[in-house]
């Protein structure tokens, strides 16, 4: 039985294969982190509860493949999204040069939605190639927030999460 007091969010995780969706979503869910990199299949589903300002939110957080591929099954999953994480590897120019393609799709099939954008992998600093700078002026242009991350020391993975969180609670 549904409780009252509770509310519900859906989170989309975006991006290309191997930036760390998975990683920053178990880090939210589980608070674990695994080196053994497991590409996803399709799109996997995680969930946990959060008590925000006197209200319980389940968040399910639906973490999706980054193979173009499947482009048509991510899609289904995108109706009723709450907001998305559009997440790239600041080690790979490619997948920030991908996130374009990323909004799009998600724009295309449920309009504009709560974007937040996701530069994960601050713990490989010697690798790193996209700067602070270029990733806030990214998300300033699309109307989005920007913000760094790294799900394997677990900094600012929970700051990904929360802005949707207090969204949720606001409107409730």
Do not use: C
């Amino acid at each position: 039985m549904k409780n009252d007091d509770e509310l519900r969010i859906k989170i989309i995780l975006l991006g290309n294969g191997h930036v760390g969706k998975t990683s920053l979503a178990t880090r939210f869910a589980k608070n674990t982190f695994s080196e053994n990199y497991q590409p996803s299949i399709g799109v996997d589903f995680m969930m946990k509860f959060v008590e925000h300002e006197g209200k319980k939110v389940k968040v399910l957080i639906f973490d999706t493949a980054g193979q173009e591929f499947i482009s048509a099954l991510r899609r289904q999953h995108y109706a009723g999204a709450s907001g998305v994480a559009v997440v790239f590897d600041l080690t790979s120019r490619k997948s920030f040069e991908d996130l374009d393609g990323w909004i799009e799709e998600v724009y295309d099939e449920i309009g504009k939605v709560k974007t937040i954008f996701v530069g994960n992998k601050t713990d490989l600093v010697d690798e790193r190639v996209i700067s602070t700078e270029e990733g806030k002026s990214y998300a300033e242009r699309k109307g989005g927030t920007y913000l760094e991350s790294s799900a394997k020391l677990d900094k600012q993975v929970s700051d990904i999460f929360i802005p949707f969180v207090d969204d949720a609670v606001s409107k409730s």
